[in-house]
């Protein structure tokens, strides 16, 4: 937890001196940020309270009165008898107001557009999808709020898949079990020889994707005689609680019944506690386990097979 924390305030000092927000004045103007903030909110919200622009940024009521009360002076904003409630005030932009707003954007989008100068197309977007994901989860607060309905399944195998199924499973294995880089080359080795063997009529990948990043996968390959091999079932632990895994797992093994396997096997670990109670659940029995001492680690490798 430090060390998120550590991050997350390291990413502030660096994006407060990016967009030079850190001095007294905006834009090189006579106002703060908040003071402009707040002459956003005003323009936007049409008619608005005090009360609310204290709740919507977020600014102690009294720091918020004596910027308002400045306003005034400058004749920045006017008060006029709320439609609502008699007993407060809306506030609004003048004239003057609105002219120094409208300024104050022309230059905050000319700042944007010379930063972005520097970037390619690709990085562009790819600055934006990450900004709507940082902002998507510090809304919602958890992704556990997020619904079934928010996931996205598809079975075609689209150019990086592989890459990033690869990269998922350093990562996690890595993070949860403990595994050095070793099981990384494991990996690669393992869908080396799936594409050489690949056969769209008998092997296929599923994977399940949150605003199209992907969080989760399974695969069916096909095996000596009429058997079926079920690897590389994974999902990104901020994601686990949504049944993700279940629909992977439930989808994989009426594959492999369409395809009339007559059994499916797996290889996994004792370590993968999570995925082994879906595997019985589903009817997987153990029919084997040998202690290892691989990947940095020690566990006991354990093979699961199901009579289809």
Not at 23 to 32: I, P, T
Not at 80 to 109: F, H
Not at 115 to 132: A, G, H, N, Y
Request: aromatic share 10%; charged share 30%; net charge neutral.
């Amino acid at each position: 937890m430090e060390n998120i924390v550590s991050e997350v305030r390291a990413f502030n000092r660096f994006y407060t001196t990016e967009l030079d927000i850190l001095d007294k004045s905006y834009l090189n103007s006579s106002y703060s940020l908040s003071e402009v903030r707040i002459l956003y909110e005003i323009n936007v919200r049409q008619n608005v309270t005090a009360q609310q622009l204290s709740e919507t940024v977020r600014l102690d009521k009294g720091y918020l009165s004596r910027i308002l009360k400045g306003f005034l002076k400058e004749e920045l904003i006017v008060k006029v008898a709320s439609s609502m409630d008699k007993r407060s005030s809306d506030i609004k932009l003048t004239a003057s107001g609105r002219k120094l707003l409208n300024e104050l954007n022309k230059n905050a989008d000319l700042q944007i557009s010379e930063k972005l100068q520097k970037l390619s197309e690709i990085e562009k977007i790819r600055l934006v999808d990450c900004m709507k994901e940082i902002e998507g989860i510090l809304q919602c607060g958890s992704v556990s709020e997020l619904s079934p309905s928010d996931i996205v399944y598809r079975s075609d195998l689209r150019p990086g898949d592989i890459g990033y199924i690869i990269y998922l499973h350093s990562k996690i294995y890595g993070q949860e079990s403990v595994f050095s880089n070793e099981f990384e080359a494991y990996v690669v080795k393992t869908f080396h020889n799936f594409l050489a063997e690949y056969s769209s009529e008998k092997d296929r990948l599923w994977f399940a994707e949150y605003k199209g990043e992907i969080i989760g996968c399974i695969a069916i390959i096909h095996s000596a005689g009429n058997d079926a091999q079920l690897r590389w079932f994974l999902s990104d632990p901020a994601f686990r609680g949504l049944g993700i895994g279940k629909k992977l797992l439930l989808d994989a093994l009426e594959f492999c019944r369409e395809k009339k396997y007559k059994s499916v096997f797996l290889l996994t670990t004792n370590l993968q506690q999570q995925a082994v109670k879906m595997y019985k659940n589903a009817g997987f029995k153990l029919t084997e386990s040998n202690q290892v001492e691989q990947w940095g680690a020690s566990f006991m490798e354990e093979r699961y097979d199901l009579k289809l």
